[in-house]
């Protein structure tokens, strides 16, 4: 009886010395465990570990800086069509355009969008094209304004206070019908596995890649299940968490200038996608 009750009492410490180890090991390390969204549902509900290169992604979405993202996202997932021509369904809210202040575009996210595409937050400016920036957001539209211009008198096509006028007296409504969709499509991407695509040279500062990450879990209600890919030509930034940090030849202020289709379509190839995304 004495002997099995010594027997007992060793094992019993042998099992909580070890218990006590490896939960300070666990401690120490700060060790949170996430397995790929798509292999668990239980995980998946709660949306609370990152994206991985292991998660199926459901949604691509560009977040400029300008229309080359979403020139290469058409070219990877239709790579037989126009990159100009995005499929029907496909549009976002942030295709086409050009990201001029990304504080801005961070604050509209924090809030939802509310702010973004107000009719009395525009101006126009007339570089080689007719631009419509949103100065809330720090967003220019580079092609928006061309579908109303040839309606304009000639001699009033240089007046940038008078083709916003005519913008927004005959066109704007039409246009934030638009908007408003693809807006809601932008912030229910909350409930998918996402990955947001930004390419840009030279590359945001760090501080503000944070910060835009952060913005974009506020806006998924803290839907941690996306992932942020920076596309620069140079990689200065090391992988971090949910973000992704590659590079490419061909990013720059000039859109497809030397395009390095190659490099892009290999970045793409690292991540795994639903075979409904492109559908």
Same mark, same amino acid.
């Given at each position: ?5 010594? !027997? ?15 939960? /300070? ?39 400029? /800086? ?7 996202? @058409? ?11 995005? /499929? ?10 050009? !990201? ?35 100065? =809330? ?50 912030? @229910?991407? /909350? ?50 968490? =949910? ?8 990013? @720059? ?27």
């Amino acid at each position: 009886m004495l002997t099995d009750l010594k !027997i007992f009492l060793v094992f019993f410490l042998i099992t909580t010395a070890l218990f006590a180890s490896d939960s /300070k090991e666990d401690e120490s390390q700060g060790v949170t465990q996430c397995f790929p969204l798509s292999l668990s549902p239980s995980i998946a509900e709660t949306q609370d570990c990152y994206g991985t290169l292991d998660t199926v992604y459901e949604r691509v979405i560009g977040l400029g /800086k300008n229309c080359l993202t979403k020139a290469q996202i @058409n070219l990877f997932f239709n790579p037989q069509g126009d990159h100009f021509s995005t /499929k029907p369904g496909q549009a976002d809210l942030l295709d086409w355009v050009s !990201i001029e202040d990304y504080s801005l575009l961070i604050e509209s996210l924090e809030k939802g969008f509310d702010n973004f595409f107000q009719k009395e937050s525009f101006k126009v400016t007339i570089p080689s094209h007719f631009h419509l920036t949103d100065t =809330n957001c720090g967003v220019r539209w580079v092609h928006l304004l061309s579908n109303y211009i040839q309606s304009v008198p000639e001699n009033s096509k240089n007046d940038p206070n008078f083709l916003l006028q005519t913008f927004q007296e005959k066109a704007y409504d039409q246009e934030k019908s638009k908007i408003d969709y693809l807006k809601k499509k932008f912030i @229910n991407a /909350k409930n998918k596995n996402t990955i947001y695509i930004l390419s840009k040279e030279p590359a945001l500062p760090w501080e503000t890649v944070l910060k835009l990450r952060n913005a974009l879990t506020i806006l998924r209600e803290g839907n941690k299940n996306f992932m942020m890919l920076l596309v620069s030509q140079q990689k200065i930034y090391d992988d971090f968490e =949910n973000i992704i940090v590659r590079h490419t030849s061909n990013v @720059n202020e000039t859109y497809l200038v030397e395009p390095d289709q190659a490099a892009w379509s290999s970045i793409f190839k690292e991540f795994k996608f639903s075979p409904t995304l492109w559908q």
